[in-house]
């Protein structure tokens, strides 16, 4: 996100894309595809620089149940590896990730 808004902020100064990749790769890595894509976007009058909503299919690891199961089960044992948790409970190891960093704050 701080990259896009970094994008806007050189169109909105009238930079090229080309000036503009060039300025922001010397500070993190942004490919030159992506911000022809934002330039094209500011220059269709988009405004925000959020991802629009996306189709597909919806999140179903990280259920409140299954939540509640990783809570658990870290709870009796918090030497249980990321891939431990996984298998047990047949969910992918970013699900288990995520529900203990995000959801849990663990």
Same mark, same amino acid.
Do not use: Y
């Given at each position: 996100?701080?990259? +896009?808004? #970094? @994008? ?6 009238? +930079? ?8 922001? /790769?010397? /500070? ?6 992506? &911000? ?6 500011? +220059?269709?009058?988009?405004?925000? /620089? ?15 149940? #299954? %939540? ?9 044992? +918090? ?5 431990? &948790?996984?298998?047990?409970?047949? @969910?992918?190891?970013?699900? /288990?990730?995520? %529900? &203990? ?6």
């Amino acid at each position: 996100m701080e990259q +896009r808004v #970094n @994008i806007k902020f050189c169109f909105k100064l009238g +930079r090229k894309a080309t000036e503009t990749h060039e300025m922001l /790769v010397k /500070v993190d890595a942004v490919s030159k595809k992506c &911000i022809f894509e934002w330039f094209k976007r500011f +220059r269709d009058e988009k405004k925000d /620089v959020k991802d629009e909503p996306r189709s597909g299919r919806p999140p179903t690891s990280t259920t409140p149940d #299954n %939540i509640e199961r990783v809570r658990r089960m870290l709870a009796d044992d +918090r030497r249980l590896s990321l891939r431990m &948790i996984a298998e047990e409970l047949k @969910i992918s190891l970013d699900s /288990v990730s995520s %529900i &203990i960093h995000e959801h849990l704050q663990a």
